[in-house]
Each structure stands twice: as structure tokens, then as C-alpha cells.
């Protein structure tokens, strides 16, 4: 049984198109991330839901758009994908409620390809 | 979140132990010492965090200064499986604490036969 599950994982679009990356957790976390991994390798957090509501939007373009469902699913939306937008995307989550002081788990990441 | 120095890459026997250092000279008194890997092409993978007294689990021991301004993961047996990119990362707790993890550039093992 898979903790993260991402799907797919891998995608290929062409400039312009928008696209979703989905994400589900089964370990019954209360918080979800994601996070990006572009070609210099460097991983950096784009936003974050506790129990559904948004807690961390870092400097991201409103390009990209979370949605949360409920606690155990968070999807990230992209319109007008560019070229730049080319990474790879992992989704994590974690139990904030049980003191802060726990891990996170990742998914195994969505490899997303513009040309 | 304090800020992390490490090494920018290792190598090891396989074997041997291999002891990573970090640097979070920074750090506050409400923030954990966490290591997270990240082997080829797959996503992160948490081994251990403490707080100030050392640590140990199944994956690897977590060395904390007195002063806690550095730390050292230890792999006591590397295995080729190792090899991987590992990640100190400074974390605050409480109710400030969101869970955002920020990664470096982390230390590259490279675990040689």
C-alpha cells in the first residue's frame, strides 16, 4: 500500500496546455505539501493545506492552483504551462496535530516535460 | 528555520560507516536537527531528527553537539543502497510550525565498493 501516491508520473504537454498533477495520502496525515525540483536539483515548497485550508503559498505564480478536497487528497492545477515550469513535482504529507515534531513522507514524484 | 552548511559531497567504502556532518550554528532553542535522503529519482525519504540529546533508530544515529550549533548523521554499515543525496534541514516546533521543510544542496554519498 502506497503512503503518497502521485499520478502520473510522468507527463509530457506542449506550451500553453494546462494540465493536473493529483495527490493522495492513506496515512491519515492532516497536512499536505507540495513541493518543486527543478533541473539544478534544488527542492523547494510551493504550498502547503492543513485540514483543507491553505497555509503556505510560497512565491508561486497564481498559475499554478491548489485544490484540497478533503484531508487526504491535494491536486495542483497549471494553466498556460511554460517551458520553465519543467521539473519534477512531489507531493508530501505530514501530522501536524500530533505536536509538530513528526516526519514528513513523499510521493514519488510527477516529472512534468513542457516543449 | 536556521540555516544549514554541509559538505557538498562524501564518499565511503561500502561497509564502513559513514559520518555526515551539518552545521546550523544559528539554530534556536525551539528547533529540531531533522535528515531526510533522497536517493536517485525518487522522492525524499525522512531517517531521524533530534532535538538535543542523541539519537538512534533503525536507519542511522544522530550525533548533536552540546552547544547544538552541528550535528553528524552516522550510517554505522553503508550499503551500495545508500548512495544518495542527504538533506540537514533546521526545523522550529510548536505552534509556529508549519512542517515546510527547506532543503540545501545537501551532501552527495557516493558509496564505493
Known amino acids: 500500500d502506497t503512503a503518497v501516491s502521485q499520478t502520473p508520473k510522468y507527463l509530457v504537454t506542449q506550451m500553453g496546455n494546462d494540465k493536473s498533477i493529483k495527490c493522495e495520502q492513506n496515512l491519515g496525515h492532516d497536512t499536505m505539501y507540495w513541493y518543486k525540483q527543478d533541473s539544478k536539483k534544488f527542492l523547494k515548497i510551493m504550498f502547503s493545506?492543513?485540514?483543507?485550508?491553505?497555509?503556505i503559498n510560497e512565491t508561486v505564480p497564481n498559475r499554478f492552483s491548489p485544490k484540497s478536497p478533503d484531508k487526504a487528497h491535494l491536486n495542483l492545477h497549471i494553466n498556460s504551462l511554460e517551458l520553465g515550469d519543467s521539473a519534477v513535482y512531489f507531493c508530501?504529507?505530514?501530522?501536524?496535530?500530533?505536536?509538530?515534531?513528526?516526519?514528513?513522507?513523499f510521493g514519488q514524484g510527477t516529472r512534468l516535460t513542457v516543449v | 528555520d536556521a540555516k544549514t552548511t554541509q559538505p557538498p559531497s562524501m564518499d565511503c567504502a561500502e561497509g564502513r560507516a559513514a559520518n555526515l556532518p551539518c552545521n546550523h550554528s544559528t539554530i534556536s532553542g525551539n528547533e529540531y536537527v531533522y535528515w531526510y535522503r533522497q536517493i536517485h529519482s525518487q522522492g525524499p525519504q525522512y531517517i531521524i531528527h533530534g532535538l538535543k540529546n542523541n539519537e538512534t533508530n533503525e536507519m542511522a544515529s544522530l550525533i548533536i553537539t552540546e552547544d547544538r550549533k552541528s550535528s553528524t548523521l552516522i550510517l554505522p554499515h553503508a550499503t551500495l543502497r545508500d548512495t544518495a543525496v542527504y538533506y540537514c534541514?533546521?526545523?522550529?516546533?510548536?505552534?509556529?510550525?508549519?512542517?515546510?521543510?527547506?532543503f540545501g544542496q545537501g551532501t552527495t554519498l557516493q558509496v564505493k565498493p
Open positions: 508530501a504529507s505530514s501530522l501536524l496535530g500530533a505536536g509538530g515534531n513528526t516526519e514528513a513522507f
Open positions: 493545506y492543513n485540514n483543507k485550508e491553505l497555509i
Open positions: 534541514i533546521v526545523r522550529v516546533s510548536g505552534s509556529s510550525n508549519t512542517g515546510k521543510l527547506i
